[in-house]
């Protein structure tokens, strides 16, 4: 009986390893969190829905990000540590830094524009199934999405840049 149970647990281990559905990212919200000497601080909340029948962990994250096509914001590092439910959309929060010498230029390429444009690319370390703990490390992240210009401007200006 005991063979049969381990036996059944390998095979459900290798299929979901092959098996895990990238889970889909959106941007729900940004805010600013806080106006420091390294520059804007901002919270970036994705929402995302994990269509997969099991629970996913994103254990870590480090992504390269680029503004409006052109300016690339020191590497994003952080570790969420945090479970996507199967089959529902999660809020992740996201913390990110644009440098003060970035702000003015950022705001000055985007006069006439609504929204900046991003794009994150780079890798995270997930687990799939709670109870087997099925670790994949540097999975593939390649997200495009937009935020909201006066959102950064009401930031610069409560940090004092205008």
Known sequence: ????????????????SGCVSKPVVELHS???????????????FLRVNNENAFDVQVRNVNVNVVIAKRFALPPVQFSPNQWLPADKSTLVRVPMVVPWPMVAPLLSATIGSKVITYRARGTADVTAVRMLGIQRNDYPLNEEGELSRSALVAAASRGGVF
């Open 30 to 44: 940004a805010r600013l969190a806080m106006a420091s000497p390294q520059g804007i601080g901002m919270d970036v």
């Open 1 to 16: 009986m005991r063979w049969r149970t381990l036996s059944w647990l390998v095979l459900l281990a290798l299929a979901l």
